[in-house]
């Protein structure tokens, strides 16, 4: 059991870790931007460090400057939170070598799952459902070769990043042709890749998120899911848990196969499968 944790995050998020370190009887140790020191978390704590000023750069994401307060203050493990460090492979390498425990994915998951063609890629080998798609493409070209063969209408989508950005339906040759150069800038300009590949829209589909713990030997449970499909340009406005109206024998079927995609990686801590079901049972668009 660890003794002490230190949170590389703020706000709600962080004052929810210390509520649960609190609970298990482990000291927690926050760090803070100074604008920040009045906040919740920073009084919460068992003990709080000042990142001083500056940007984002320079306070919570300033990896160096963490990991030097981690090994001061002898921390046990790393909590990221969400957002902030939790997805960067390069922060979980250097969080081992230092022997200090990350409390999140491998960076091997981090890495995979950070990529939505890798990822495509990982459920194809766990032999799980999966909408038709295509591998990463080249050139518009080869879009408009691959959206013919998996039929119309497809998404156009950046493989990195997240929260609806770099994503477009494209329903005939000519909007895929318009998407092309306009997912990738913006691919590019928010997550430094301008890496797409195309899968299969379908109009309506209720979009369900299963929560998954993985304990990284192999072992993965589904602890229920929400059903996010209210939304507005790809971004999530209403989750409702647990779906609604959703029929017993396929919400089983949803966890059983998010466990066994998360077992097939061997995955370690929390995370979320998205799934689709269709047809909606009211419209969401």
Request: hydrophobic share 40%; aromatic share 6%.
């Amino acid at each position: 059991m660890f003794k002490r944790v230190l949170i590389a995050n703020r706000g709600a998020i962080a004052t929810r870790i210390i509520r649960t370190l609190k609970k298990l009887g482990i000291q927690s140790i926050v760090v803070y931007h100074e604008k920040d020191q009045d906040s919740l978390h920073v009084q919460l704590a068992d003990i709080a460090v000042n990142l001083g000023a500056g940007a984002v750069s320079d306070t919570y994401l300033n990896q160096t400057k963490i990991l030097e307060i981690a090994l001061a203050e002898n921390a046990d493990a790393i909590h990221p939170g969400y957002g902030f460090l939790s997805e960067n492979s390069t922060f979980v390498e250097r969080c081992e070598s230092l022997g200090i425990c990350f409390v999140g994915p491998t960076p091997e998951q981090i890495n995979v799952f950070g990529l939505k063609h890798l990822a495509r890629e990982a459920a194809e080998e766990a032999n799980v459902p999966l909408l038709p798609g295509s591998g990463v493409l080249k050139d518009v070209n080869e879009a408009i070769r691959c959206a013919q063969q998996i039929g119309f209408p497809v998404m156009l989508k950046s493989s990195a990043g997240g929260g609806g950005i770099g994503m477009q339906v494209c329903r005939d040759v000519a909007s895929l042709t318009d998407a092309w150069d306009s997912v990738r800038r913006l691919s590019s300009n928010y997550f430094s890749s301008d890496t797409v590949f195309l899968e299969k829209f379908i109009d309506k589909a209720r979009h369900i998120e299963i929560q998954i713990f993985g304990d990284g030997e192999g072992g993965a449970m589904a602890l229920g899911e929400r059903d996010c499909s209210a939304q507005r340009r790809n971004q999530k406005v209403i989750e409702e848990s647990p779906a609604p109206n959703l029929d017993q024998t396929l919400r089983e079927a949803m966890h059983r196969t998010a466990e066994k995609l998360m077992a097939s990686v061997n995955y370690r801590n929390a995370g979320t499968c998205l799934l689709y079901t269709s047809p909606s049972p009211r419209d969401l668009s």
